[in-house]
């Protein structure tokens, strides 16, 4: 494409295109980063998924009541999956960090260390205690209907500021977590905006982003053969005149060639210095930690990391050995990677979010046929009030906002429903959640619905 | 709050609008009140109307809030309304801040004294602008042309000149078969001057057997056409004949089955009296959308939409929680449609196609899990029967003291009190034994572990069925059929199941000129809705289906939004246009070749598609059709015509799905790719494949650099490439390159492109790599001899396109382990570069469900020269696969061998064997690879650009 052509007017694009309007502007729409509508705070996202449902009684949220009555019933009675019993008290310490002096569990004290940089919201709740609706809750904003992902919405409105990778990247160790594509799918999207899955127990390129490798030719002989293609559709543009398709697919071979290179390198951790490894630890969330920078560094959307394939964090049994096995993962690498954002400048506009789909009750578990391992010490979903945490980008530093009831089983407090959560988050990416639309089947679909509220208590 | 308060009665304000009103009353006493103190939190301005309850139409305030309704007519103390402002009840006191005063509250109870009435507002009704597409089509004289050149004259416009005849050839071809004409083809049709060479073309390629492959796919996109049900997250989730309803499309298209019997059939071939059995297979269409687990609402939902937005043009998916926003279509239609599609279900054997082998194992195998789900439920049926009648003191205090209690207040109470719902319904209905739930009716009194046990032990049956169809036995249709007794169905007032309104017998849309008085009668009224839809005087159903095939020759439809004719919908840009060709497309009985030939023959679609300035300048999106559409072909289509290049294309019509992400590839059209919902294929993604998830009205057309990766990299293209090659007899260079050029793009290359192409035939300086070669093996034991499996796919080793595979049965191998065959050892074979000792570790495991079942597999380890080393069973278990001090011989091969022991069911495994031999560690896992890369020859290296043009992509 010539020089001038990249500075074609919408009506002149329109004019070669011949396409239709819808044709030209999905084609442009895949092309290259676009400015929100309003004032923004955050330019990407970066979700941490504890999937599974992490307990916020054990975690975020420290409830003295709930230690001082364990093994008595409590007063509240709320529909969860399964029948739990007496009340649960945490079976780990809380102390208080940083100036913000909140208090944090002992399980997550490197977490801890960065309180003053969180915004911890413990007045979450969502509306239905499985998993499969709380995570399509989460993820798309509708617990049952096919809808597009939060990452998609932003992908499509935002674009792509590194055309040499996908704008939204899902990192998920190990296969697939419960509900599988439809956590980042694009529904009515086009398929572009849907996430690329990527298994961080992979270290091969080819296995990461398919198609990347070249192992046909050399390097040198696909140029070769990229040139003659240029040469033989520049002999079929001239019979055509200019036409923005046209040429918009020649341009899309030269940014694969290009890919090829640049995606290696966005994986390569072995171009991270000592210190850095150092600072994120050993295994596999580390590891995912440090990818998931490398990707925001090079101007991916949107990254959603998954603890692990499943459901991991669903301690319906044992809470005190496997949640404090899943925190011990990944403390000392979402610590790691917070600081580590911070000292590049880009924790100021990434907007992160810690959390699981919901929380888990304050209740012991019982004993269910089939259902659980019967030990009686582990805690049922719970979505009547849950922690989750927000950080950087444009949100409030060191706050602690919201509560649930004394004993922590639902949201008390200033409460923040998922709708309410995205709402917030959208506003801070620079979109009026109410009017970031697309127009499907007879409807302008949104994501939070008819929902949500933005939070103004948790803005900077 | 309003939210968790109590409601006493259900009730429907329509029923009392239109009664002799006290409107004034309402107009000075109660709306203003209403607009002051509540509309802040409960009106369509609000930011987000609390409780789900808005109060500023009639409409609204007739479907109440969350809670339920809002008002009994008459009956001021039963009246959620009225009790929350007399703010007797602890939990709903409304408005929020002070009280209203007293005079106010009995203004509003004599209101709802008299009746609640409330004006008729025309928002809230249908709208009262008639919809076009709702008016009959009028047929106004005149020819395709005739109506397009009548608007192109009033802009100044006018037709551009016909294309030239290769072009012509080549987009007639595409557009009816989805093949590229050879170029002898091509060739012939530029030499033959009759005047009805044209013509004889279209019909030659309307008989094309092609033709009905390459038009099943757009029906497919309506349909959401899969062979899974969901995710493949979970095994068992593919369909056993699922290809059975895209065969019979394809064959219905061929056979140019009349359109009003096409949708006839895929709604109501059960229903149809004397009806030829294989069209029972058109009920795919309902059976193969997305399936809910625990919740049929969602499956109904899907359902509604792709009969609706499919068959005509109706949003009506949007009336589930409200009555449609824009478009004439109460919430009543929608659970009308409801009741239609909730009383069904899988006939318990689903009905034979044709013949196949008799395959008595696996009717055998079947049986036992038909046992095994018999036993199950009958069993703890009877352990939870012997709880409820434990609990019987419990029951008959819940049932005395909710006498009279609302649903949502039932549904609290059990949940406190941790009851079973149905259980506590029985007692109050006052049956004998209300403990003694039937057995038919164990769903709604299982547990969570039974819900889990039943679905282990369906997804085993469904597993076990969809092999038995892969493995040969007989085709049958995935039909359904009514209940005997349809269940009458509520509306859900705001689309909440636990929330029933008023009853909906199953009637025709009312937009069409159904109503509740005109119930359909027969079943539970598929026949009569599918009727309804192909009635000649339905304005949609033809508009609709003419509408979508114009946009497939045209790029464009006339209306440019095909799903939906409603007001925020497109209008027609030809609306005098789109209304002929429905008129003739139904007094044509219904034929779809007719319509195709119609349009072909026209001008309009034998027009050129160069540029025109002056035209572009006045229409850019070619609305007017000024000139025919440079379009991308369509991913089915490039992969169908790589294959035609490479001279490997098999043209036979119909049968089982086959793997499109396999190497080598499927010599099949891509229409017979298995098509796994939630897991397209990547290929499929890349290029805009429309998703199986929902009704797909058109396909997106983006450009991303994943299709050029494709282009570029994919094992795909580079194998088509090589066979085009080989496809070359010529020695000489430029020789070569016009034999390509023929292969690939139909035509002779011109002098400068036959000039590139010999320039880079003749600079080849590839050095060809030496090839590592991998010291593992993979396949089964045959007969005592090893034969490798033939096709990789993704990331296994298995022994054809689909699974099970003929001789090589079902046996795969992954990198971490695979699963053996029926009475078939899978091998994973070391071949030892090296003579020495050497170690091996690993770990042999096999999982168990909650209900175990077949019998675990056989591990061993067997040498070529030494025979058996050792031998491992895991069942539920693991074992450790230890041997140390090996001594082995170069060439000496060690098979990792896994076999079924006697039960072939539940067999994957995972065994990743290390062989160590000193400093050097060979892992099974790590080292698993597919074939080796190709290594494609320059010749190769030309067809590989030419697949890559911009002139292979798009058709002119």
New interface residues.
């Given amino acids: 494409m010539k020089s001038k052509d990249l500075f074609l007017t919408r009506?002149e694009m329109?004019?070669?295109?011949?396409?239709?309007?819808?044709?030209l502007a999905?084609?442009s729409e895949?092309q290259g980063a676009k400015r929100p509508p309003l004032p923004f705070k955050a330019k990407r996202v970066l979700h941490l998924f504890m999937n599974g449902g992490c307990s916020h009684v054990d975690t975020f949220d420290p409830k003295p009541a709930l230690t001082k009555f364990s093994g008595k019933p409590i007063p509240i009675?709320?529909?969860t999956?399964?029948?739990t019993g007496a009340a649960f008290g945490s079976p780990f310490s809380f102390k208080p960090y940083g100036q913000s002096g909140i208090e944090v569990s002992e399980i997550f004290s490197n977490v801890g260390g960065c309180v003053d940089d969180l915004c911890v919201i413990r007045s979450m709740h969502t509306d239905i205690p499985?998993h499969?609706p709380s995570l399509m809750m989460l993820n798309c904003g509708d617990v049952?209907?096919?809808r597009p992902s939060f990452g998609s919405w932003v992908t499509y409105g935002l674009g792509t500021e590194n055309?040499?990778l996908p704008g939204f990247i899902v990192l998920c160790p190990d296969g697939?977590p419960?509900?599988?594509?439809?956590n980042w799918?694009?529904?009515?999207l086009?398929?572009?905006f849907?996430a690329t899955h990527i298994d961080t127990r992979e270290v091969q390129i080819e296995k990461l982003?398919?198609?990347?490798?070249?192992?046909?030719?050399?390097t040198k002989?696909?140029r070769?053969?990229l040139d003659?293609?240029k040469?033989?559709?520049r002999?079929?543009?001239e019979r055509?005149?200019n036409?923005a398709?046209?040429e918009?697919?020649?341009?899309?071979?030269e940014?694969?060639?290009r890919?090829?290179m640049e995606a290696d390198d966005a994986f390569d951790l072995t171009k991270e210095p000592e210190h850095i490894h150092k600072l994120y630890g050993e295994g596999l969330q580390a590891r995912q930690m440090m990818i998931a920078r490398r990707l925001l560094e090079r101007g991916v959307r949107f990254v959603q990391v998954w603890h692990g394939a499943g459901q991991p964090w669903d301690s319906h049994d044992d809470i005190k050995t496997n949640h404090g096995r899943l925190a011990r993962e990944c403390d000392q690498p979402i610590a790691a990677l917070l600081k580590d954002l911070k000292q590049r400048g880009m924790l100021e506009d990434t907007l992160i979010l810690w959390g699981g789909e919901f929380g888990r009750t304050p209740t012991v578990e019982l004993p269910?046929?089939?259902?659980n391992s019967g030990m009686v010490n582990g805690r049922d979903h719970n979505p009547y009030g849950f922690s989750m945490w927000l950080a950087g980008g444009g949100v409030k530093k060191g706050l602690a906002y919201g509560a649930t009831d004394e004993f922590g089983f639902a949201a008390a407090e200033k409460k923040v429903h998922v709708?309410d959560l995205h709402a917030t988050m959208l506003h801070l990416l620079g979109f009026n959640h109410?009017k970031f639309t697309y127009?499907y089947?007879?409807?302008d679909f949104r994501l939070t619905d008819?929902?949500?509220?933005i939070v103004k208590d948790l803005l900077a | 709050m309003l939210a968790r308060g109590s409601l006493s009665a259900l009730f429907c304000l329509n029923a009392v609008l239109g009664q002799t009103p006290a409107l004034d009353h309402f107009e000075t006493k109660i709306r203003p009140v209403l607009a002051a103190r509540c509309y802040g939190c409960h009106s369509a301005a609000a930011a987000a109307p609390q409780g789900g309850l808005k109060l500023d139409s009639a409409a609204a305030i007739a479907s109440g809030g969350n809670s339920g309704s809002l008002l009994v007519a008459g009956d001021p103390d039963a009246s959620l309304l009225i009790r929350s402002i007399r703010r007797t009840d602890k939990n709903l006191q409304m408005p929020p801040g002070p009280a209203l005063p007293k005079e106010v509250v009995t203004d509003f109870e004599r209101w709802v004294k008299d009746g609640a009435p409330i004006p008729k507002e025309a928002a809230a009704q249908a709208p009262t602008k008639q919809l076009w597409s709702l008016r009959k089509p009028g047929r106004t004289a005149g020819s395709i042309d005739s109506f397009l050149v009548k608007r192109l004259a009033e802009k100044g416009l006018a037709f551009s000149p016909e294309a030239d005849r290769r072009t012509l050839i080549r987009r007639v071809s595409l557009d009816l078969t989805g093949l590229a004409p050879t170029a002898a083809e091509s060739a012939a049709y530029e030499a033959d001057r009759a005047p009805a060479a044209y013509e004889k073309l279209v019909d030659r390629l309307l008989a094309s057997p092609h033709y009905g492959e390459r038009w099943s796919r757009h029906w497919l996109d309506v349909a959401r056409y899969a062979d899974s049900v969901n995710d493949s997250v979970n095994a068992g989730q593919r369909y056993a004949w699922s290809y059975t309803y895209r065969d019979w499309v394809i064959s219905a298209l061929n056979a140019d089955l009349p359109y009003d019997q096409f949708v006839l059939y895929q709604l109501a071939a059960d229903r149809v009296p004397n009806l030829d059995k294989k069209h029972l297979a058109a009920l795919g269409f309902i059976r193969l959308g997305r399936e809910f687990p625990n919740s049929i609402a969602e499956t109904i939902d899907d359902r509604i939409d792709a009969a609706t937005r499919g068959l005509l043009g109706m949003t009506v998916a949007c009336a589930r929680c409200h009555d449609h926003k824009f478009d004439p279509i109460p919430t009543k239609d929608y659970y009308s449609l409801y009741s239609v599609f909730s009383n069904l279900r899988e006939p318990e054997q689903l009905p034979l196609l044709g013949k196949g082998a008799p395959q008595p194992v696996y009717e055998q195998r079947l049986a036992r899990i038909r046992n095994a789900q018999a036993e199950y439920r009958q069993r703890r049926h009877a352990e939870m029967v012997a709880f409820f009648r434990s609990q019987e003191a419990e029951y008959r205090k819940a049932t005395a003291d909710s006498k009279a209690m609302s649903n949502p207040e039932l549904e609290e109470l059990v949940r406190e009190r941790q009851l079973n719902l149905h259980v506590l319904r029985r007692w109050r209905q006052g049956l004998p034994d209300p403990a003694a739930v039937p057995l038919e009716e164990f769903e709604k009194i299982y547990t969570e572990g039974d819900s889990n046990n039943t679905r282990a032990l369906r997804v085993r049956y469904n597993t076990m069925l969809a092999q038995a169809a892969y493995d040969g036995a007989p085709p049958r249709a995935m039909a359904v059929e009514d209940v005997p007794e349809p269940t009458p169905v509520h509306v859900f007032i705001r689309g909440n199941m636990n929330n029933p309104g008023a009853l909906t017998p199953p009637h025709a849309l009312t937009c069409l000129g159904g109503s509740d008085d005109q119930p359909f009668k027969e079943g539970a009224g598929r026949l009569e809705f599918a009727k309804s839809i192909i009635d000649p005087s339905n304005p949609l159903t033809a508009r609709v289906m003419v509408n979508r095939v114009w946009m497939h020759h045209f790029g464009t439809g006339l209306v440019a939004t095909p799903s939906d004719f409603g007001f925020r919908g497109d209008l027609p840009s030809h609306p005098e246009l789109l209304d002929s060709l429905a008129v003739d497309f139904v007094e044509s009985g219904w034929s779809l070749k007719k319509l195709h030939r119609r349009i072909l023959l026209s001008t309009a679609y034998k027009q050129g598609s160069g540029d025109n300035a002056a035209a572009r300048g006045i229409d850019p999106e070619n609305r007017l059709l000024w000139k025919a559409n440079r379009r991308r072909i369509e991913i089915e289509s490039l992969r169908d015509n790589m294959l035609l290049a490479a001279g490997k294309l098999e043209r036979t019509v119909g049968g089982l799905p086959v793997s499109l992400t396999a190497q080598p590839a499927s010599p099949r059209r891509t229409v017979y790719g298995f098509v796994e919902r939630g897991k397209v294929p990547g290929m499929l993604n890349a290029f805009d494949f429309a998703s199986p998830d929902q009704h797909a009205p058109m396909r997106f057309v983006t450009t991303v650099p994943q299709q050029a990766l494709f282009f570029l990299n994919s094992p795909f293209v580079l194998e088509q490439a090589e066979a085009t090659a080989a496809e070359v007899k010529a020695k000489a260079p430029e020789e070569q390159a016009r034999e390509l050029y023929r292969l690939v793009l139909s035509r002779e290359p011109s002098t400068a492109e036959l000039a590139a192409a010999v320039r880079f035939l003749s600079a080849d300086d590839e050095t060809k790599p030496t090839a590592s070669t991998s010291p593992w093996l993979y396949g089964v034991m045959q007969n005592g001899q090893f034969r490798p499996f033939p096709v990789f796919n993704g990331d296994r080793w298995q022994g054809g396109y689909a699974v099970p595979a003929g001789t090589f049965s079902k046996a795969v191998l992954r990198p971490a382990g695979g699963e053996p065959g029926d009475e078939l050892t899978v091998v994973r074979r070391w071949v030892s570069p090296l003579g020495g000792a050497i170690n091996i570790e690993g770990t042999l495991r096999h999982g168990q469900g909650a209900v175990p079942y077949g019998d675990g597999v056989r591990g061993r380890i067997v040498s070529s020269r030494q025979g058996d080393l050792a031998s491992w069973v895991a069942n539920g278990s693991s074992a450790e696969t230890k041997l140390n001090g090996i001594k082995v011989e170069i060439g000496e091969t060690l098979d990792f061998a896994v076999d079924p022991r006697q039960d072939p069911e539940n067999d994957n495994f995972n065994w990743t064997p290390i062989v160590k031999a000193g400093p050097q560690t060979w892992n099974a896992k790590d080292d698993f690879a597919g074939p080796p890369p190709a290594r494609p020859n320059v010749l190769a290296r030309l067809a590989h650009v030419l697949f890559q043009t911009n002139e292979f992509a798009f058709v002119e």
């Fill in positions: 009506r329109l004019a070669r295109c011949g396409m239709g309007m819808g044709a999905l084609t895949m009675t709320l529909k999956e399964r029948r499985n499969e049952r209907q096919v055309e040499n697939l419960t509900q599988g594509n439809q799918r694009s529904a009515f086009p398929g572009a849907q982003i398919e198609n990347i490798r070249n192992t046909a030719t050399s002989e696909q070769r053969q003659l293609l040469e033989m559709n002999g079929f543009e055509r005149q036409d398709l046209l918009a697919r020649v341009q899309s071979f940014l694969a060639y890919m090829q269910d046929l089939g259902a709708h109410e127009r089947a007879g409807r008819v929902h949500g509220r």
